[in-house]
């Protein structure tokens, strides 16, 4: 079984900065994207940024300049480094892995969120 367990939230005020970090434990063969997402109250979940196996990133226009993705693969852990934060970042944060399981077969597993509340 895999599992995602993110870490990192917290309340910051504007202008703040933090790390999300996302462990990825379990035994799967490969993934091909790794993403965060969050969802404000009230609003859909969207994608925020994601990081692919080549190493390829992408992140919502919004968050561009501000966020960076990137993945340490010794420790099976992908980040969210947020900088310059507003109170419009304020959300429940998520990770999501989609790849494949050692029989090859696709999988898609969601973290429990990490709350991430940025004050004015």
């Known amino acids: 079984q895999v599992q995602l367990a993110e870490s990192g939230g917290g309340l910051v005020q504007a202008g703040g900065s933090l790390r999300l970090s996302c462990v990825v434990s379990?035994?799967?063969?490969?993934?091909?994207?790794m993403g965060w997402y969050r969802q404000a109250p009230g609003k859909q979940r969207e994608l925020v940024a994601f990081?692919?196996?080549?190493?390829?990133?992408n992140y919502v226009d919004s968050v561009k300049g501000r966020f960076t993705v990137s993945r340490d693969n010794t420790k099976n852990t992908v980040y969210l480094l947020m900088n310059t934060l507003k109170p419009e970042d304020t959300a429940v944060y998520y990770c999501?892995?989609?790849?494949?399981?050692?029989?090859?077969?696709?999988?898609?597993?969601w973290g429990q969120g990490t709350q991430v509340t940025v004050s004015s």
């Open positions: 379990g035994s799967i063969r490969s993934f091909e994207i």
């Open positions: 990081i692919t196996s080549g190493g390829s990133t």
């Open positions: 999501n892995l989609r790849g494949r399981d050692p029989t090859l077969a696709r999988i898609d597993y």
